[in-house]
């Protein structure tokens, strides 16, 4: 019971630096929202490995925070080949992810049902 508390905190944290990053970027401080999005990023990726049973639900989250990774960095000089290596880690995710979750369809279209956790910062 202890661990899967503590898997819920890690998670909500990476979720939280997410949409922090998000705000930074939204506010013009690069520097702070990349860290931000490299925390969120290790937190995930460590409660993938260490809580199987919420691998699925994490992973959507982690592709989430890659793709709001990738818009900062989109607008960063200098960093195509770190988008390009984030775009394909997030097209991994996607194609490994179940419905309804993201999906790549012909032409490069994204398919989600599920809503984002970030949405109302858009």
Request: charged share 25%; net charge negative; proline share 6%.
């Amino acid at each position: 019971a202890a661990a899967v508390a503590a898997a819920a905190t890690n998670h909500a944290r990476g979720r939280a630096l997410a949409v922090l990053g998000r705000v930074k970027h939204k506010e013009g401080q690069a520097v702070t929202a990349e860290g931000l999005f490299r925390g969120a990023l290790d937190e995930f990726t460590a409660l993938e490995s260490s809580c199987p049973a919420e691998a699925q639900r994490v992973a959507y989250d982690r592709w989430q925070a890659l793709q709001l990774y990738k818009a900062l960095l989109d607008d960063w000089e200098d960093r195509e080949r770190d988008v390009a290596s984030i775009r394909d880690e997030i097209e991994g995710l996607a194609g490994a992810l179940p419905a309804p979750y993201p999906r790549f369809v012909p032409g490069g279209a994204m398919l989600s049902l599920a809503p984002p956790f970030y949405e109302l910062l858009s």
